[in-house]
């Protein structure tokens, strides 16, 4: 299989740095042919990795300590967030995804950072109806059921979407739970060790996904 040649990042680089390198190489030596699992070609999380010079700065905040709150997100919503997430790809903790995707979020347009919440609100509303309890307050099988029904259903299907206070509009839940997929997805593997995933091998890319890594994980 052909390889791509990518900037060789070194250790010990500037925080942010390795990710706007090789998102930066990416471009430019793949362009639309990157496929990241989990991410569709319409999804808003493509404007902000498009722009590799711009991930630096969100990269460095990022990787700030643990005690930062959240600069978009509220505290329920930051949580749930970091929980799906970690269903969703395994590791997205250690990868702080939350926290990136958090700082993506914050300077997006208000109509995406109003999609993102409804799309967690639906959520929680159907583990509401479901179990009477947030997604946060779920237990590890009962989040995993939530999941599946999400994952499977057709998208844009006969159920109304949920979103805060239950409102209506077009979709349903395998469209929200596949937007909030798109940013977890975008921002995972966007890092050093989400790339490595996809074929990346420090200064080398392989052009073709070699198959979901997290079988059974929704991603």
């Known amino acids: 299989m052909a390889k791509i040649e990518l900037p060789v990042v070194k250790e010990g680089s500037e925080p942010?740095?390795?990710?706007?390198k090789v998102l930066q190489g990416l471009l430019t030596g793949?362009?639309?042919?990157?496929?990241?699992?989990?991410?569709?070609?319409?999804?808003?999380?493509?404007?902000?990795l498009a722009e590799a010079h711009a991930v630096e700065a969100q990269a460095k905040a990022a990787a700030a300590p643990a005690t930062q709150k959240p600069v978009f997100l509220g505290d329920h919503e930051y949580a749930t967030l970091t929980s799906l997430a970690e269903q969703i790809l395994p590791g997205s903790g250690r990868l702080k995804v939350d926290r990136f995707v958090d700082l993506l979020l914050s300077v997006d347009t208000q109509?995406?950072?109003k999609r993102f919440l409804s799309a967690l609100g639906a959520m929680d509303a159907e583990c509401r109806e479901r179990f009477q309890k947030p997604w946060k307050g779920l237990t590890a099988s009962q989040q995993i059921e939530v999941l599946t029904t999400a994952s499977t259903m057709s998208p844009g299907g006969d159920r109304p979407r949920r979103g805060p206070g239950g409102g209506g509009g077009a979709g349903n839940l395998r469209d929200h739970f596949d937007h909030i997929k798109g940013w977890v997805s975008g921002a995972y593997y966007s890092t050093e060790e989400g790339m490595r995933e996809l074929?990346?091998?420090?200064?080398?890319?392989?052009?073709?996904?070699?198959?979901?890594?997290?079988?059974?994980?929704?991603?």
Do not use: K, S
């Open 16 to 20: 942010g740095l390795g990710r706007r």
């Open 111 to 113: 109509e995406n950072q």
């Open 199 to 219: 074929g990346y091998t420090g200064n080398q890319f392989f052009p073709e996904f070699p198959g979901c890594p997290h079988p059974d994980r929704h991603a």
């Open 30 to 48: 793949v362009g639309t042919g990157l496929a990241i699992p989990g991410l569709a070609a319409e999804h808003p999380v493509h404007a902000h």
